[in-house]
């Protein structure tokens, strides 16, 4: 398994690829893109190119087999990739290799590709590009279906344009997501490399993954990544296994919202930490959000609030009842409120577009409202690669995150939100009903709260139209967290 | 039947497989009914952009040109029959 030498990476520039494939594609080699109708090979193919052009002023050549010129600068218009202007500026070239419906080509004996060949060596050299994407090969073979013929030449271009320096990617289609790499076996001899792209259907939700299967000769990241395709970016790998997840780093603390949550923190929590608050529905968790969105901005913070819950109008009237102007915050623009219903989009998607916003806002804190609402709309696996992801991002960006998670039981338990990010987050805050003699009482309890120490007593707290008051520990009651409070008034509970 | 037939054929280089596909092609016009016909040969790595203009692949490749509709026909046109058929094009009777 030891290489003394490994090929060289070119840069693909496509956000999260370069990460799972340590570096980008092998530089002057072939990569075999394969996925099943529907994976976004087309969209893979033309980022590729498109990056090169955005960020590394690399021209490039899209030969295309199936799809007609102008419907692929059409489609990828929405993507912001202005490919008729980057052919005007020599950028870009495309090389119509698309049957005519109108044309057929009849075959009569054998024949080479060297027209192609040619064509394509003509436009890399006068372009000077460095990067080709071929899309799709499939449809070569259903206008030639000469299989023998196919294979040569394409081995025969895959060897000139090594020559020329180029890196080349082709797209292939498979038919199972599971099966052959592709239809026509064309990896065995076109391709060095081959990355898979798949469109799962997964709990009834369509799940997007790439995988790298091999990289000849190059370190590079396995198993399946989960990607999204968002107007804005085009592709994005969401790179779990690259994310490192670091502890909070910051000794730099801020209020939590609460004073009296401060001082059991031990003096506010830390700037890049992230809170899990978990409750039953009506323990105050929307408040605690609301006094952590408004101690921030208080402090002279930029506070950004993702709510999957509630409406902003609703919202806004809760905060206004404790006595805080969300609207007026918001107006002066270092507070700002997003309103999603979760199943409206898939996770990853979720993911990119809250990553996008907190890139965008540049906000010192941000709250999630619920974590749980989100969690019902998702397959287990994806929502833990999204709070997996989201909270390494707010770690990097070193924004305080406060997430919140409804128990499912109104008294002690705790939710299958917690068990699976309970490990991820800095610290955790319950809050939890005790039943007393006739009433309902509340009680807040730091469960944990890493590189610090912090009140560890279960205290009672009140809600009132100013807001949450944690008022003195629980003396004369056990088992509030498993669910069944015992009380012991005889007051002989410190002699056990 | 005045109308001209007018005919290209890409090829790559002056290869075996070009100077085998110009003669199958000259056996094949000269089998047309009408007799006659333009060819004209177009060197795909000297003049690729007429391969571009024409969307060429392979090689050698007929296009019928005129009449309209246009032809295409590629290999190396072995099989007179095949290649005059592919190119609409009508052999003259056997003679008796």
């Known amino acids: 398994m030891t290489r003394a030498m490994t090929v060289p990476k070119h840069r693909t520039g496509i956000p999260g690829f370069d990460l799972i494939s340590e570096g980008g594609l092998p530089r002057a080699r072939a990569t075999l893109v394969a996925g099943t109708a529907g994976s976004a090979k087309t969209v893979f193919a033309t980022h590729f190119l498109a990056s090169g052009i955005v960020h590394d002023d690399e021209p490039g050549v899209f030969v295309t087999f199936e799809d007609r010129v102008e419907d692929i600068r059409a489609n990828m218009l929405g993507f912001g990739w202005d490919i008729a202007g980057w052919e005007k500026s020599g950028k870009w070239t495309f090389i119509d290799a698309a049957p005519d419906p109108e044309e057929p080509t009849s075959v009569v004996g054998s024949f080479d590709l060297s027209a192609l060949l040619s064509r394509i060596e003509r436009a890399v050299k006068k372009l000077g590009a460095k990067r080709i994407s071929l899309d799709s090969l499939n449809a070569l073979f259903v206008q030639f279906p000469n299989q023998p013929i196919l294979r040569a030449e394409l081995f025969r271009i895959t060897t000139k344009l090594k020559q020329l320096g180029v890196t080349v990617l082709f797209t292939g289609e498979r038919i199972d997501e599971y099966g052959e790499v592709t239809r026509h076996g064309i990896e065995e001899f076109v391709a060095d490399n081959v990355i898979i792209l798949r469109n799962l259907l997964d709990n009834e939700r369509r799940r997007r993954t790439i995988e790298i299967l091999k990289l000849r000769g190059a370190p590079h990241q396995r198993g399946e990544f989960p990607f999204t395709i968002t107007s804005r970016d085009g592709i994005i790998v969401i790179p779990l296994s690259g994310i490192e997840l670091t502890q909070t780093s910051s000794t730099k603390r801020v209020t939590s919202g609460v004073t009296r949550l401060d001082e059991m923190c031990g003096g506010g929590i830390f700037r890049d930490s992230i809170l899990l608050v978990s409750g039953a529905t009506g323990t105050g968790k929307t408040l605690l959000v609301t006094q952590f969105m408004a101690g921030g901005f208080a402090a002279g913070e930029r506070c950004l609030l993702f709510a999957f819950e509630e409406s902003k109008d609703q919202l806004f009237r809760n905060a206004a009842a404790w006595g805080f102007d969300f609207a007026k915050m918001e107006e002066s623009g270092r507070l700002k409120v997003v309103n999603r219903y979760p199943h409206a989009m898939a996770m990853e998607d979720h993911l990119v577009e809250m990553q996008q916003l907190v890139h965008d806002f540049k906000p010192n804190r941000v709250a999630v409202d619920s974590l749980s609402a989100l969690e019902r709309v998702s397959s287990l696996r994806s929502f833990r690669e999204f709070v997996i992801s989201l909270t390494s991002f707010l770690k990097k960006e070193e924004t305080a995150g406060l997430f919140t998670s409804t128990t499912p039981s109104l008294l002690g338990g705790g939710s299958v939100t917690e068990k699976h990010i309970s490990t991820l987050t800095d610290s955790i805050i319950l809050l939890r009903y005790v039943e007393s003699y006739g009433e309902m009482l509340r009680s807040i309890v730091l469960l944990k709260m890493r590189g610090s120490h912090h009140d560890s007593s279960i205290r009672q707290y009140t809600i009132d139209e100013s807001g949450m008051h944690i008022g003195e520990p629980f003396k004369h009651v056990v088992g509030i967290l498993s669910g069944n409070p015992t009380w012991n008034l005889d007051g002989s509970e410190d002699e056990r | ?96």
């Open chain 2, 1 to 96: 039947m005045a109308s001209e037939l007018r005919l290209k054929l890409f090829i790559a280089g002056d290869s075996p497989r070009a100077r085998e596909a110009a003669a199958n092609l000259a056996r094949a016009v000269a089998a047309l009914a009408n007799g006659g016909a333009q060819v004209e040969m177009v060197d795909v790595l000297e003049d690729p952009e007429a391969a571009d203009e024409y969307r060429i692949l392979t090689t050698p490749t007929v296009v019928r040109e005129a009449p309209a509709p246009r032809r295409r026909v590629t290999g190396d046109l072995g099989d007179t029959a095949q290649v005059l058929a592919a190119l609409a094009l009508f052999p003259s009777p056997p003679t008796t």
